[in-house]
């Protein structure tokens, strides 16, 4: 593969990022070919050394998402750490998205309930003194105020559990990186001594 071959498929495997980080990405490589090129190698053994570049830049994608979760903790970056870590690999996306899918179901339907409570909980507060409950007003107000407090500690709750999950897909991501690091990005082998006779 070629410097433009390899450089192109890195390009095109980054869109996702910001330019900024993608341009500063694709001068690292460039300077790999460049030093690779003035230590005398050719090409296609510096881009074979470098790796697919598709999986390189899935790869550097997940550990932007990684990043960016760490550095701010909001839904877009979490969407972005989910989505990279899910971006390693089809067999994992196999076994790991269904999975996933299902824990997000039960969490989102989970908040609906959350937020239907407070609601309920709200209306029975404000409606109590004007309607004939049973019970009397007191109780009503106290009901209401109980199911807004119940909702609130529910939905902070769930924030702990989605920042739990979220925090290990991130631990998962890089586990998974660094096991297929070495396969990557191999390590010349370290040169032998010569035996003395």
């Known amino acids: 593969m070629t410097r433009q071959e390899f450089i192109q498929r890195l390009r095109t495997g980054l869109t996702s990022l910001p330019e ?11 300077a790999h070919f460049t030093d690779g ?4 190698r050719s090409e296609g053994d ?5 790796g697919d570049p598709d999986r390189l830049a899935r790869e ?3 550990e932007t998402g990684l990043k960016r979760w760490e550095a701010q903790r909001n839904p877009e970056s979490a969407a972005a750490a989910v989505f990279a ?8 996306v196999l076994i790991l998205l269904p999975i996933l899918v299902a824990v997000i179901s039960v969490m989102c339907a989970f908040g609906i309930v959350v937020v239907v409570g407070f609601i309920a909980g709200a209306i029975t507060f404000a409606a109590a003194p004007f309607g004939h409950i049973p019970g009397g007003a007191g109780a009503a107000l106290l009901f209401g105020l109980g199911l807004m407090a119940l909702s609130v500690f ?3 709750v769930l924030m702990l559990i989605s920042i739990g999950l979220i925090n290990g897909l991130v631990w998962y991501g890089r586990l998974h990186y660094r096991l297929l ?4 990005d191999p390590q010349p082998p370290a040169p032998r001594e010569l035996a003395t006779p």
């Open 20 to 30: 900024a980080a993608r341009n500063e990405i694709v001068a690292d490589y460039e």
């Open 37 to 40: 090129l003035a230590a005398g």
């Open 46 to 50: 510096i881009a074979a050394a470098l």
């Open 60 to 62: 550097l994608k997940a």
């Open 85 to 92: 870590v899910l971006g390693l690999g089809a067999i994992d």
């Open 154 to 156: 529910n939905g902070s």
């Open 181 to 184: 690091k070495p396969a990557i």
